[in-house]
Nanobody, 126 residues
Framework: QVQLVESGGGLVQAGGSLRLSCAAS????????MGWFRQAPGKERQFVVA????????YYADSVKGRFTISRDNAKNTVWLRMNSLKSEDTAVYYCAAATLPWFFEYSDSSQYHYWGQGTQVTVSS
């Protein structure tokens, strides 16, 4: 069992930065892949980035590549999402998710993640 709590969201101007945190509880955190997804009002949940258990494999959605950076510290049971050069289209509720495997090829498929946080709102004003 893994419980996830996101924090760090807020209101920021376009071009600004935010860092989201996802604190996990549970002994299996260090052995599972993690992901960030986001959902804007009226839209489907969208893949943002995934990281494998060790941090050695990372895949970003094209829309955030070069602007967002994911990292994890298994000793601290935490995953971070650094978001730079934010755009109005990045406005959404951001969710942290945990899988039950160290890695898998369907990393952009939200149905492959078993545990979810409550979400944190990110609003980018233009």
């Amino acid at each position: 069992q893994v419980q996830l709590v996101e924090s760090g969201g807020g209101l920021v101007q376009a071009g600004g930065s935010l860092r989201l945190s996802c604190a996990a509880s549970g002994r299996t955190f260090s052995s599972v892949a993690m992901g960030w997804f986001r959902q804007a009002p009226g839209k489907e949940r969208q893949f943002v980035v995934a990281i494998n258990w060790s941090g050695g494999r990372i895949y970003y959605a094209d829309s955030v590549k070069g602007r967002f950076t994911i990292s994890r510290d298994n000793a601290k049971n935490t995953v971070w999402l650094r978001m730079n050069s934010l755009k109005s289209e990045d406005t959404a509720v951001y969710y942290c998710a945990a899988a039950t495997l160290p890695w898998f090829f369907e990393y952009s498929d939200s149905s492959q993640y078993h545990y979810w946080g409550q979400g944190t709102q990110v609003t980018v004003s233009s």
